[in-house]
């Protein structure tokens, strides 16, 4: 029998003793992540306040041997270096990515950098789980109808409620549920029975009523269909909303990923999508070119806090009044009868 070839060990750089070596290390895996030579920031910006920016500073004023490359898709440069669009276009095989963009778009990214052999990466980012708008508004609503006949709490699903939203805005939140006695628990559900909802700490909550709102999920049945989907399951489409496998399927909305632009699933896009959607629809039929739909950038955040009183984001600037509520309603309002027959 031949004998199993032994590999020689690298030549340890940093002093170690490898005799003391016993699981037979061979190459330092996570010398990628803790000495890398070239490091791509994804999702760099100047924003104040962001992590985008925060990380990117970090880096540039700790020199750490390396090279910093700030990827951002629509500034050429970002705190004065130069930045690339992309991943794929940076000229040097990057040892680490800080991948700091929100949570939707952290899938397609990862695969990016896959292709680009990137060695290691960092995700920091938000939004994947949990507790949303939904959840938070779910909780503030069923307070302000139920009154003290009853104990509203609300599970987040981890860290503090509205992860993906500005730090302000979360504050906001929070203020408005301790206002209104809701309790927060950050824990995930882990079961729920007829009397409890069990945490996966193990705390036991009693409880007469669960709503669930974990936010968009993709039907399991997708899966036998053949379409491309994303890695949450999701159809995959691009700028003119068709499958990116099957042309003559289009799909919008939370169900539908724009793995070229993702953006958040929400009502605001769902909707915006409607128009382009139809066009593109007739235009396929008729035999004639299709447009492709470019979705907002930023969506304005309109919170509802129960009673008549609402917190309003918009990028990082956020506000907080009845007459947030009223603005709120006024837009919900002419939305229903724009689309009422
Ligand atoms: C409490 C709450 C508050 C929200 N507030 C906001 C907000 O303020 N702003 C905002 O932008 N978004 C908000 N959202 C999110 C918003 O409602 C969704 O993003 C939006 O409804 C998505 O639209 P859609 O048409 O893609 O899907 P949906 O509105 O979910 O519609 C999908 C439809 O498909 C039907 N369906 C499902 N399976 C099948 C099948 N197999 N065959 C045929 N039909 C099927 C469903 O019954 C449903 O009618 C909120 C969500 C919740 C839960």
């Known amino acids: 029998m031949k004998p199993t070839s032994i590999k020689p060990i690298d030549k340890p750089t940093d002093g170690a003793d490898r005799t003391l070596d016993v699981l037979h290390f061979e190459r330092d895996a996570l010398r990628a992540i803790f000495a890398p030579k070239s490091v791509a920031v994804i999702g760099a910006t100047e924003k104040t306040g962001a992590v985008g920016r925060t990380v990117l500073w970090?880096?540039?004023?700790?020199?750490?041997?390396?090279?910093v490359y700030p990827v951002n898709k629509r500034h050429k440069q970002v705190l004065g270096i130069r930045a690339y669009a992309d991943i794929a276009r940076v000229p040097e095989t990057i040892d680490l990515a800080i991948i700091v963009t929100p949570a939707p778009t952290v899938p397609g990214i990862v695969k990016e950098c896959v292709a680009a052999g990137v060695k290691s990466a960092i995700i920091i980012s938000a939004g994947f789980k949990e507790a949303g708008a939904a959840g938070v508004e779910l909780a503030l609503s069923m307070h302000h109808r139920l009154g003290d006949r009853a104990h509203v709490s609300l599970v987040t699903g981890g860290g503090a409620p509205l992860p993906s939203h500005p730090a302000a805005v979360q504050r906001r939140a929070l203020r408005a549920l301790k206002r209104r006695n809701v309790t927060v628990l950050e824990d995930s559900c882990a079961e729920i029975t007829a009397s409890q909802v069990v945490l996966s700490r193990g705390t036991r909550v009693a409880c007469?009523?669960?709503?669930?709102?974990?936010?968009?999920?993709?039907?399991?049945?997708?899966?036998?269909?053949?379409?491309?989907?994303?890695?949450?399951?999701?159809?995959?489409?691009g700028p003119t909303l068709q499958s990116s496998s099957h042309p003559e399927v289009f799909a919008a909305g939370d169900v539908s990923t724009r793995t070229d632009e993702p953006h958040p699933k929400s009502g605001v896009y769902a909707v915006r999508a409607?128009?382009?959607?139809?066009?593109?629809?007739?235009?396929?039929?008729?035999?004639?070119?299709?447009?492709?739909?470019?979705?907002?950038?930023?969506?304005?955040?309109?919170?509802?806090?129960?009673?008549?009183?609402?917190?309003?984001?918009?990028?990082?600037?956020?506000?907080q009044g009845a007459w947030v509520w009223r603005w709120k309603d006024r837009i919900d309002r002419d939305f229903i009868r724009l689309h009422s027959p």
């Open 58 to 67: 970090n880096l540039i004023s700790n020199p750490f041997g390396g090279t």
């Open 208 to 237: 007469d009523a669960a709503v669930i709102a974990l936010g968009a999920f993709a039907p399991p049945w997708l899966r036998n269909t053949g379409l491309a989907l994303d890695e949450r399951g999701f159809v995959a489409t």
């Open 274 to 319: 409607g128009a382009p959607l139809a066009l593109n629809l007739r235009r396929f039929l008729a035999g004639g070119p299709l447009e492709p739909w470019q979705p907002q950038r930023r969506a304005l955040n309109l919170l509802a806090c129960g009673e008549r009183y609402a917190i309003a984001s918009w990028g990082g600037w956020s506000a």
